[in-house]
T-cell receptor, first 114, second 114 residues
Framework: DTEVTQTPKHLVMGMTNKKSLKCEQH?????MYWYKQKAKKPPELMFVYSYEKLSINESVPSRFSPECPNSSLLNLHLHALQPEDSALYLCASSRERGQEETQYFGPGTRLLVL | AQSVSQHNHHVILSEAASLELGCNYSYGGTVNLFWYVQYPGQHLQLLLKYFSGDPLVKGIKGFEAEFIKSKFSFNLRKPSVQWSDTAEYFCAAARREAGTALIFGKGTTLSVSS
């Protein structure tokens, strides 16, 4: 089973709202990732977690706040977003951040910021 | 900086035509290479991957790719496309050391007419 689940599937929020995206995997993977994908563009890496610790932050604005409460769960907390943050947010996981690893992607959360 | 280039932005083929999508990466060290596919309304799925060994790799749905180190290329091929292959195709690379995350190419939209 190579399933990564993400909730919600769709989210509409105002610029003053606080919301959270959730990602879950039960494959025993110890590396988890957040990507942002704008329409007709490739996914762009935002954050990498390894063994529940933040390993990479690709200079993402602080209005995006990741959290990895346990090895199966990855959250992305959103606060004071801008309309240009509207995108598909993808979560991925891999066994580890090792040398020969494959990332498996979830279906994404489509976010619209009004 | 590492980058991935996909030469074809939009490819239009008739069913049964042969397909080749170009991908080049710009990193002199050892890389892991991937092709992902995104069908309309669906999430990113792994088509095939190359880590080491035989440079000709076979993936799902009749796709294959050839790693040519001297050309920094990892082109995707399929001898006979089907209407159901209509999708967005992304080439991606990751530097082998330290398990760095994926860098995606801009993607190629494949449209297959029946």
């Amino acid at each position: 089973d190579t399933e990564v689940t993400q909730t919600p599937k769709h989210l509409v929020m105002g610029m003053t709202n606080k919301k959270s995206l959730k990602c879950e995997q039960h494959m025993g993977h110890r590396a988890m990732y957040w990507y942002k994908q704008k329409a007709k563009k490739p996914p762009e890496l935002m954050f990498v977690y390894s063994y529940e610790k933040l390993s990479i932050n690709e200079s993402v604005p602080s209005r995006f706040s990741p959290e990895c409460p346990n090895s199966s769960l990855l959250n992305l907390h959103l606060h004071a977003l801008q309309p240009e943050d509207s995108a598909l947010y993808l979560c991925a996981s891999s066994r580890e951040r090792g040398q020969e690893e494959t990332q498996y992607f979830g279906p994404g959360t489509r976010l619209l910021v009004l | 900086a590492q980058s991935v280039s996909q030469h074809n932005h939009h490819v239009i083929l008739s069913e049964a035509a042969s397909l080749e999508l170009g991908c080049n990466y710009s990193y002199g060290g050892t890389v892991n290479l991937f092709w992902y596919v995104q069908y309309p309304g669906q999430h990113l799925q792994l088509l095939l991957k190359y880590f080491s060994g035989d440079p000709l790799v076979k993936g799902i749905k009749g796709f294959e790719a050839e790693f040519i180190k001297s050309k920094f290329s990892f082109n995707l091929r399929k001898p006979s496309v089907q209407w159901s292959d209509t999708a967005e195709y992304f080439c991606a690379a990751a530097r082998r050391e330290a398990g760095t995350a994926l860098i995606f190419g801009k993607g190629t939209t494949l449209s297959v007419s029946s």
